[in-house]
């Protein structure tokens, strides 16, 4: 069984920054690409950003240069560093991790308001 479980999100001012973190543990195996999604309120889930186990990084345009995606290989790890926020990020964020298999775990969300 594998566990995907997102910490860091809450409540920010715009223009302020946030850091999300991600961790799988157990029947992991070997993971392939790690990656974040949200999900905006009335609108569709859109991918944020994801990284390759080599470290290739993919970005959504709306957060180039805000939003910088990190992994951490031997502890199954993924970080998201959102700067600059805004109130259009304001969304559920989930982290997926990818087994080379295909298969895809996501964890259960986590919130990040941006709101004066």
């Known amino acids: 069984q594998v566990q995907v479980v997102e910490s860091g999100g809450g409540l920010v001012q715009p223009g302020g920054s946030l850091r999300l973190s991600c961790a799988a543990s157990?029947?992991?195996?070997?993971?392939?690409?790690m990656g974040w999604y949200r999900r905006a309120p009335g609108k569709e889930r859109e991918l944020v950003a994801d990284?390759?186990?080599?470290?290739?990084?993919n970005y959504a345009d709306s957060v180039k240069g805000r939003f910088t995606i990190s992994r951490d290989n031997a502890k199954n790890t993924v970080s998201l560093q959102m700067e600059r926020l805004e109130s259009e990020d304001t969304a559920v964020y989930s982290c997926?991790?990818?087994?080379?298999?295909?298969?895809?775990?996501w964890g259960t969300g986590t919130l990040v308001t941006v709101s004066s």
């Open positions: 997926t991790v990818r087994h080379l298999s295909g298969i895809t775990y």
């Open positions: 157990g029947s992991i195996g070997s993971i392939d690409v």
């Open positions: 990284i390759t186990r080599g470290g290739s990084t």
